[in-house]
């Protein structure tokens, strides 16, 4: 059985419309929105809304460590818009949400990332997309298990939740064979950015999980430049699948049953 995988998709429809290509599944572990482009300011909503240098200060006080200032930068474009913020955003979202679910591949099994808004969903999944949150599917006699969605941070990005309500997924799976999620299990070296220059938030729970079920594997994404891009906790491999927007390739699931 041959499932390509990918992660933090961030706008990538091109890409995303062929990634099933040759495989028998297609697995997204979310973070399917571009609100912001590192590498080109002038794309993602945020600098369709205010253009690629104001974007570009956006950027450079977030990867400075200014976040109250980014945050007090962000409500001074917000209030040049006509009306609630909220509207712009929403209708970005579902332009985004429009392109990219229908460029997405059949059969795929879809959870959220920490850059999604999971209650637009339904709007948007086609038969044949598959979605999945503190759930369990077989794919090919093999049992896959969803968890979706990201820890509270000082980013404030749309879909973070608290560390007990993502612990209670993590139990919900239970014992599985494969095991997918956004982000990663708390490995200091699958968390630190290497690019960014500092460490994501991974799960404790998901660790803890790994350590007592012992899947084939974990795999995750949410770090787009990880120190170390896999890693084994037993008998378990661990793998941050690649960041989709910038490599525009699937990583590949070879599985026999």
């Known amino acids: 059985m041959r499932i390509h995988v990918v992660s933090d998709v961030h706008g990538r429809a091109d890409a995303l419309a062929r990634a099933g290509d040759g495989a028998d599944a297609l697995i997204c572990l979310g973070d399917l929105i571009l609100f912001v482009d590192y590498a080109d300011p002038a794309l993602g ?10 974007a570009k200060e956006y950027l450079a006080l977030r990867s400075g460590g200014f976040y109250d200032e980014s945050r007090a930068l962000a409500d001074r474009l917000w209030a040049t818009l006509d009306g609630d913020p909220r509207t712009y955003i929403d209708a970005a979202v579902r332009r985004q949400y429009t392109e990219l679910f229908a460029a997405m591949p059949v059969p ?6 920490n850059v999604d808004v999971p209650a637009m ?3 948007f999944v086609r038969a044949g997309q598959t979605v999945l949150d503190g759930q369990t599917v077989e794919i090919g006699g093999l049992t896959f298990g969803f968890v979706g969605g990201g820890l509270r941070t000082r980013y404030h990005t749309p879909n973070e939740i608290a560390d007990e309500e993502f612990a209670a997924k993590v139990a919900a799976v239970g014992a599985v064979d494969v095991l997918c999620c956004h982000i990663p299990p708390a490995v200091p070296e699958l968390l ?3 690019v960014a220059r500092r460490f994501e938030r991974g799960s404790d729970a998901l660790l803890e999980a790994v350590r007592e079920t012992q899947p084939r594997y974990v795999l995750f994404g949410h ?9 084994r906790i037993g008998r378990t491999e661990c793998v941050n699948v690649g960041h989709f927007r910038a490599s525009g390739e699937p990583y590949v699931l070879r599985l026999e049953e």
């Open 108 to 113: 795929s099994y879809l959870t959220y990332g």
């Open 223 to 231: 770090v787009h430049q990880p120190l170390a891009a896999r890693t």
């Open 121 to 123: 969903w339904p709007e």
């Open 45 to 54: 909503m945020f600098g369709e809304l205010f253009g690629a240098e104001a």
């Open 192 to 194: 630190y950015d290497t």
